[in-house]
């Protein structure tokens, strides 16, 4: 079980000064917004109001089933139906939450089946407020940082079902999905026991069968669950001992894969509706400017093109069909304004944040010790670097598309978000409806990588504003250069770090002063044991979006603190690997997970001429994964990554083989961003256009392997989604300063080599 | 205009302009959703389905060019009984997939390269598999090729376990 909770937190935040409102709504922020929503009720957050709980029964017990604390029904067939207020969009959320609640409930895994959460706040996610309080009970710093826009969504309705943060499992899992499996059993124990007239303790669950082995008799769980229904559940009922776990632990095989891999999956994109039309939409060039006049006629000459609408700040073309669509907007030539930010281009912001690292005043500071005394001190070897890395774009390989269709005063959207609830708020607003009348019908997402919150996707505004005004059901699919120059990108950022290596070759001080919107620390924080450390944030907006990107900010500060590393071993004259380990609190999970991917990498072992290996280390989401990245580089400077080796330790892992994929192809798209990938900005607008100019890394260029190993620690359990990603940029850049002398410090790679 | 051809062996008519894309027809024409749209400029390969037999990207093929051609899509690979082509199975053994948007075009790219080389090399399903998947499921694509194609027997989970303090 998580922490409690502190019931104070609302309180304390509610009185803090509303701050300069900042662009962009963070992901964290929403988080924080949904605890403090529900503050104060330190125990049995999963149990639900009586009004919750009966909606709950209302839309679920449709079948004959019975629904207990709106997580989860049984049926007279004994098939448990699981409800998921996360998101699975092949992270294998579902099947690992379903793993959680069947291992304590002693169901038959064969008729388990996991469901995506009705978008209704009936389903509001408890368990994950009590995660993430607990997360953030330490950190009163954080919730007073929260900009005011965050601190207005206080007084909202409880919209949190959102998927990010890596959460699912270590929050809604361990909080929610096992307490309510284990809750559950005890009733259905109980009411065998009256049944069978026997006392409870001579009761054995298993297979979804509760049996009296002394009378030989046994009830099915289908049989029981109408009594157990109406029976009180306990807030506290006693956890399995992980020994004693069935499915904890076993790599069972996703639900949803057959449908992916036979073409039948629905996808928002491929949702469609009777007399639906299509539509496509060029917003501003320029975030912040706006439509001033468009030409409709060229569009409307164009055979299926049915309507041009304009929004504030985009142009709209609405046809029989997406190419008709397409064809349309192509023939417009709208005119937009800059909104003043014509100046704003890459080379601008980086130039801004070097002038505000070195005369503005940082907005936050972490770290202890005197600092400015040891960088002073005779004898202390002064170390410096300066680390720049781009905006990201997420690149779902699905482009945005939601369907919309106005009818009898209810706006139906069918896509796919990673906040159901949130994107009936944000789409009410728009339309300037009660969230009511808004309905939200989740359907599969092609990826989300942090893209699909209702804080940052604009397309639910330009849904709802164009679903309100048109009699027929309508679909927006955005392009894929709509979607590339239009992104909340992973912010552009840039750090100067610096360190003094003291006469016994450790360091004494270290410093980073890194610019961006977000204050990092709150999921990026420092590991290594240095006796003075200041870590300064200095807080810089574009005209961008900061959006969350898969990690968030620990793909940019593990980058720079793992980079570092390696130039202050390298001047340190010291192996990497036993630079950073002496670093690290001797005995600790650190030193276990780095020594183990050395071995499993045979850090030691020589290897052909040309080819090197990198290595680093980075904690986030309750995760600490070391990577190992082996390279060689190629006649034309590029490096080639050969083997890649992540080790792992999550505390528990759930499902190996979902653990695995998520690991890999973490540790993959931070290849791939470091390899190739940058949104860059001229005259406000972004350059970028399509995977042409934005490349993906591709199968020949990734690893053939991904070495995953987990240590099962049993320590707080960590997140899967996102802590795979951080270690392999720099560890690339390790590998490559290692086999060329190169040493990378500004990404992308492939920008430096060509340069 | 009318546009005659073929897709998973059905003969079926279109009414649309020349210049629409394939994939837009199958999409939205004839409800076959499973082949996907993902750039629009065939740099991804959601599109891919087969021509004639052959790998094509079809969000950059015009309707006019497959008239009275043979079309196959993901939903026509599996048998007439609903067997899956053993390519979509070595898919569900290896667990490939993960958002699965990609998918599509990845088991209708993998299907074209063993078609033509039969057991393909790594060197041979390096340069053919050139699909992009944003949820770096390339390890496992790979592993799935060589057990589709008898080169490798797939055990599922890779990752190794071992026990640490806490």
Redesign the interface.
């Known amino acids: 079980m998580a922490d409690n909770p502190t019931p104070h937190l609302a309180e304390d935040t509610a009185n803090t000064p509303a701050k300069p409102k900042r662009k962009g709504v963070k992901r964290r922020a929403f988080l924080v917004g949904g605890a403090l929503l529900v503050g104060g009720g330190a125990f049995g957050l999963y149990l639900a109001e009586n009004s919750t709980r009966s909606r709950a029964k209302a839309l679920t017990e449709t079948d004959g089933a019975h629904n207990f604390l709106t997580w989860m029904k049984i049926a007279e067939d004994d098939t448990v139906t699981v409800y998921s207020p996360h998101i699975d969009f092949g992270q294998g959320t579902h099947t690992a939450l379903g793993q959680m609640l069947a291992d304590e409930l002693d169901a038959d895994w064969a008729k388990v089946v996991v469901e995506q959460a009705p978008a209704d706040s009936a389903f509001a996610n408890t368990a994950l407020v009590k995660g993430f309080m607990a997360e953030l009970s330490g950190m009163p710093g954080v919730v007073n940082a929260l900009p005011a826009a965050v601190i207005g969504m206080l007084t909202r309705s409880q919209n949190l079902q959102i998927t990010g943060g890596s959460s699912a499992v270590r929050f809604t899992g361990q909080a929610g999905m096992r307490v309510v499996g284990a809750a559950v059993r005890l009733a259905l124990i109980e009411e065998a026991a009256a049944r069978m007239k026997v006392p409870a303790s001579e009761l054995v669950a298993a297979n979804s069968t509760i049996s009296h082995p002394a009378t030989n008799r046994s009830l099915r769980y289908g049989e029981l669950a109408q009594g157990a229904a109406k029976r009180s559940l306990t807030s506290s009922p006693k956890l399995k001992d992980p020994k004693d776990f069935k499915l904890i632990g076993a790599g069972l095989p996703r639900a949803d894969i057959p449908s992916k891999v036979d073409g039948s999956a629905i996808y928002g994109i491929d949702f469609a509706l009777p007399d639906m039309r299509v539509a496509t939409i060029a917003a501003a060039p320029v975030r912040g400017g706006k439509l001033v006049s468009v030409d409709e006629a060229p569009a409307m000459a164009i055979k299926g093109v049915e309507q041009v609408v304009k929004l504030d700040d985009a142009v709209i073309v609405v046809a029989k069909g997406y190419w008709q669509a397409a064809k349309g907007l192509a023939a417009l030539s709208p005119e937009f304004s800059d909104g003043g930010h014509a100046g704003m281009s890459t080379a601008a912001i980086y130039a801004a944040q070097d002038e505000l690292r070195t005369s503005a005043k940082p907005s936050n500071t972490a770290g202890s010790g005197d600092v400015d005394a040891a960088f002073k001190a005779a004898g202390n070897k002064l170390i410096t670097a300066n680390y720049r890395v781009p905006f990201l774009h997420h690149a779902m390989m699905e482009p945005f598309a939601i369907t919309g269709h106005f009818k009898d005063g209810k706006l139906h959207l069918w896509g796919g978000l990673q906040d159901p609830l949130g994107a009936r708020d944000r789409a009410a607003k728009a339309a300037g409806l009660k969230m009511d009348d808004v309905v939200f019908h989740p359907m599969i997402m092609g990826g989300g990588f942090g893209r699909r919150f209702p804080g940052v996707t604009e397309i639910l505004d330009q849904i709802a504003l164009l679903a309100k005004q048109l009699p027929f059901p309508v679909k927006l699919i955005w392009s894929r250069e709509e979607e590339v120059r239009h992104g909340t990108y992973r912010p552009q950022s840039s750090a100067a770090l610096s360190a003094v290596l003291g006469a016994d070759g450790k360091i004494a001080a270290w410093r980073s002063d890194y610019v961006q919107g977000d204050n990092a620390e709150a999921e990026a924080g420092f590991i290594y044991d240095v006796p003075a450390t200041s870590r300064r944030h200095f807080e810089y907006t574009s005209n961008q979006i900061d959006g969350p990107w898969r990690s968030v900010n620990s793909t940019q500060i593990g980058f720079y603190n793992e980079s570092f590393m390696d130039e202050l071993a390298a001047a340190a004259g010291e192996d990497p690997y036993r630079f950073r380990r002496k670093h690290l609190p001797a005995g600790s999970r650190y030193v276990a997970v780095l020594d183990e991917v050395a071995a499993r990498a045979a850090w030691d072992s020589a290897l052909p001429d040309g080819h090197r290996r990198g290595i680093a280390i980075v904690e986030s989401f309750g995760t600490i994964v070391a990577e190992v990245v082996e390279v060689m580089m190629l006649p034309d400077g590029r490096p080639k990554v050969l083997k890649a080796f992540a080790v792992v330790d999550c505390g528990t892992v759930v499902n190996p083989l979902n653990a695995e994929a998520q690991i890999a192809g973490g540790l993959i798209m931070g290849l791939s961003a470091a390899m190739g990938e940058a949104i860059t900005l001229e005259k406000g607008a972004v350059v970028e256009s399509n995977f042409t100019d934005y490349p993906l890394i591709t199968l020949a260029d990734a690893p053939a392997e991904v070495d995953v190993h987990f240590i099962n620690s049993g320590a707080k359990m960590g997140g899967i989604g996102e802590p795979g990603v951080p270690p392999a940029s720099p560890a690339l850049a390790n590998a490559i300063a290692a086999a060329s002398g190169k040493r990378i410090r500004t990404l992308p790679i492939m920008a430096q080599i060509t340069a | 205009m009318a546009i005659s051809f073929t897709v998973n062996d059905t003969p079926v008519s279109v009414e649309a ?1 020349g210049d ?2 394939l994939l ?1 027809v199958l ?3 004839l ?11 065939a ?2 390969g ?1 599109c891919s389905v087969h021509v004639d037999g052959k790998l094509v990207r079809s969000c950059s093929l015009p309707v006019s060019d497959v008239a009275g051609r043979a079309i196959t ?3 026509g ?2 048998s007439a009984d609903g067997t ?1 082509h053993a390519v ?1 199975q070595a ?2 053994a290896a ?10 075009g990845q ?1 209708m790219a993998a299907t074209a390269l063993i078609k033509a080389v039969g057991r393909p090399n ?1 060197a041979q ?3 053919a ?15 799935a090729i060589l057990a589709a194609t008898g080169q490798a027997v797939y055990a ?11």
Not at chain 2, 31 to 41: E, H, P, S
Not at chain 2, 95 to 104: A, I
Not at chain 2, 129 to 143: A, E, F, S, V, W
């Open positions: 302009e629409t894309p837009w999409r939205e024409d409800a076959l959703t499973g082949t996907k749209f993902g750039c629009g400029v740099a991804c959601a899509t993901i939903e690979l599996k899956l979509q898919w569900i667990q490939v997939p993960q958002c699965g948007y990609c998918q599509s088991i790594e399903i390096d340069a598999m050139t699909n992009l998947c944003r949820c770096g499921t390339y390890p496992r694509i790979r592993k599922a989970a890779s990752a190794t376990m071992g026990e640490g303090a806490a």
